[in-house]
């Protein structure tokens, strides 16, 4: 599967932004979906994940939301009440198989990340 991740920019301290990611391939459902973002001097780190369920990182939970649209082979994350520490190269991912998981490894196939800047 080829992902392509889109929505980046830069916003203030508060506002919101919507990522998508547009996969090819066959059989979209049946991937696991996730977003992790990367700053400068930092790891990779997870951020969400959909298969039937979702799951959040700590830090997100309450302001961010992933969403899936099987029809149209997207995954999208709305992000709100960003915060500056939310600056980062955001990432969408997929596994195939074996349910949510938070480390990078475990996903096989990744977009070519989209920056996120959140002013203060």
């Known amino acids: 599967v080829q992902l392509q991740a889109s929505g980046g920019g830069l916003v203030q301290a508060g506002g919101s932004l919507r990522l998508s990611c547009a996969a090819s391939?066959?059989?979209?459902?049946?991937?696991?979906m996730g977003w992790f973002r990367q700053a400068p001097g930092k790891e990779r780190e997870f951020v969400a994940a959909?298969?039937?369920?979702?799951l959040y990182a700590d830090s997100v939970k309450g302001r961010f939301t992933i969403s899936r649209d099987n029809a149209r082979n997207t995954v999208s994350l709305q992000m709100s009440s960003l915060k500056p520490e939310d600056t980062a190269v955001y990432y969408c991912?997929?596994?195939?198989?074996?349910?949510?998981?938070?480390?990078?490894?475990?996903?096989?196939?990744w977009g070519q990340g989209t920056q996120v800047t959140v002013s203060s």
């Open positions: 391939g066959r059989a979209f459902s049946a991937y696991v």
């Open positions: 991912a997929a596994r195939g198989s074996g349910g949510i998981r938070t480390t990078a490894n475990a996903y096989s196939y």
């Open positions: 959909t298969d039937w369920t979702t």
